[in-house]
């Protein structure tokens, strides 16, 4: 798959939530492992959370466990992640990203494939 497209961004307050979403070109995307990674400012990308081709293996980075939620619908081409509890230090640029591989994969040089990224502002 050659295209993926983050949307849902925005600004929203601390406490508050987001739901992001990536649509996805092509026909094999129930075949790639799905992930979320951020950049926020003047910081490395980092990994977020990725998920199994069938939905069935998630993995997050320890400090969004318990508040995001990474999900996917293979039939509409699209992954979500749904953010809760937002704080300041949630404020990124996030992209979705998709790794040819059955197995789950954190490590950002490992995906093929990367949107444009959607902003995301937490406030206080």
């Known amino acids: 798959q050659a295209q993926l497209v983050e949307s849902g961004g925005g600004l929203v307050q601390a406490g508050g939530s987001l739901r992001l979403s990536c649509v996805a070109s092509?026909?094999?995307?129930?075949?790639?492992?799905m992930g979320w990674f951020r950049q926020g400012p003047g910081k490395e990308r980092e990994f977020v959370a990725a998920i199994t081709p069938g939905g069935s293996n998630t993995v997050y980075r320890d400090s969004v466990k318990g508040r995001f939620t990474i999900s996917r619908d293979n039939p509409k081409n699209t992954v979500y992640l749904q953010m809760n509890s937002l704080k300041l230090e949630d404020t990124a640029v996030y992209y979705c990203?998709?790794?040819?591989?059955?197995?789950?994969?954190?490590?950002?040089?490992?995906?093929?494939?990367w949107g444009q990224g959607t902003q995301v502002t937490v406030s206080s």
């Open positions: 092509g026909s094999s995307f129930s075949k790639y492992t």
């Open positions: 990203a998709s790794a040819n591989s059955r197995v789950i994969r954190t490590v950002g040089a490992l995906f093929d494939y």
